[in-house]
């Protein structure tokens, strides 16, 4: 499996996965993959484009094995978990960068459905900016099920739904949580939103009437955060 | 000049620019522009990537008259103006995600500085969901200097810097206010990180050490809309 893009193939030398040979543009990208005890080769930008296959690769590429899903269940432990579970998003650009943004959040991790959904191909490490390789994303056969799983477990589950009557401030974050973002257009699937167990929404001001998924998460994610640093240290009394 | 993706065409028969015709894949699309007044012909997939140049039209595709820039100046009147300034942005995407996030937001608008930095093209107004067509973005020489007009203005003047000292959510958002976010990977330039009053940073648990800049913009406007909402209800002491 090639990765490439600078990022992605740096965090790849420091993740969880076996990075066999790397190939690199210049010395310092070369250092990077030496360093971890890689193979280099030195090529250049059409060498790489044809290695990886995409003109995205920022002058560095490597060879690494399949991507390792984390265990789902294993995410629910731990102080406080974090989870993020994603109904069917297809864009590997979405999907990378709400991993991106999970992994700076400090989340437990992500889930994604096996079927209908963009895997962490190639493309969404690089579009993570290599966060993946330190974040756990784990695949189930059904998110509804995993999220029925994580309310078992002692977790609350929070969907984001634009038609939700409660704010996303307005809920409690503290204590075992999943956050649920729906499909680019499509929204949660019903089954999936049943299975939550509050609707919240980010109240919008414009006429567009929908935010990238993507930055929904980061808001949502970067709210729970902001929530639980202020209960901690008892400054926040709005939640 | 012309405009693709189906959002990103409708936004700009509501919006401020003349829109002079359409091409259209099937007839849901074709009812958008004729209720705009707009004349419109059919196309398939392949005559629709030929007019427009890419892939990613969505099926449907207008010409309309060039991106109606507003005045710099324009953004810091009304009352509580939120304006983003960005330094240098490159990336069409983060640009296009940016407007899309202000935009529902309720920002009054973008600045975006006249040379090295992307500007408002149909792949940003793609990327923006059609946001750019009703959030004013404005050109400016120096960005600096804008951001020191600010200020004469009365505006609080926000820089997001990783190595800030201060929070993101330690900060006043209330009354007019700039928040200044850096290019990828560059972060702001020296005259312009002088240009701010404060700066903040979005702490980070993660190993990777960087938010995409367009994630960073979300969580920023959002905290600014909740922290604004809430001292305006007088429930939030947080901030």
Redesign the interface.
């Known amino acids: 499996l090639i990765l490439y893009g600078r990022?992605a193939v740096r965090?790849a030398l420091h993740g969880r996965r076996a990075v066999f040979r790397a190939w690199a543009e210049d010395e310092r990208a070369a250092a990077d993959a030496r360093a971890a005890g890689v193979p280099v080769e030195m090529a250049d930008t059409a060498g790489l484009e044809a290695i990886c296959g995409s003109p995205d690769h920022q002058g560095m590429v490597c060879e690494a094995a399949p991507y390792p899903y984390a265990d789902p269940g294993a995410l629910l432990g731990g102080d406080e978990p974090l989870v993020v579970g994603l109904d069917q998003i297809q864009d590997p650009?979405n999907l990378g960068?709400i991993c991106?943004?999970a992994?700076?959040?400090?989340a437990s991790g992500v889930v994604i459905p096996e079927r209908r959904a963009a895997e962490v191909t190639p493309a969404v490490c690089r579009a993570s900016?290599?966060?993946v390789e330190?974040?756990p994303v784990a695949r189930v056969r059904n998110l509804a099920d995993f999220l029925l799983e994580a309310k078992e477990a002692g977790a609350w589950v929070y969907g984001a739904d634009a038609a939700a009557g409660r704010l996303y401030?307005e809920v409690d974050w503290s204590g075992p949580a999943v956050m649920v973002l729906g499909s680019e257009g499509k929204g949660l699937r019903p089954r999936v939103q049943a299975a939550c167990d509050d609707l919240v929404k980010?109240?919008?001001?414009?006429?567009?009437g929908?935010?990238?998924v993507?930055?929904?998460a980061?808001?949502l994610l970067?709210?729970a955060?902001?929530s639980r640093?202020?209960l901690r240290q008892g400054?926040?009394?709005?939640t």
Request: charged share 20%; net charge positive.
């Open positions: 990022n965090e650009q960068a991106r943004s992994e700076g959040a400090g900016a290599g966060a330190h974040l401030t980010v109240p919008l001001r414009g006429r567009v929908s935010l990238n993507a930055a929904t980061a808001i970067f709210e955060v902001r640093a202020g400054l926040d009394k709005s």
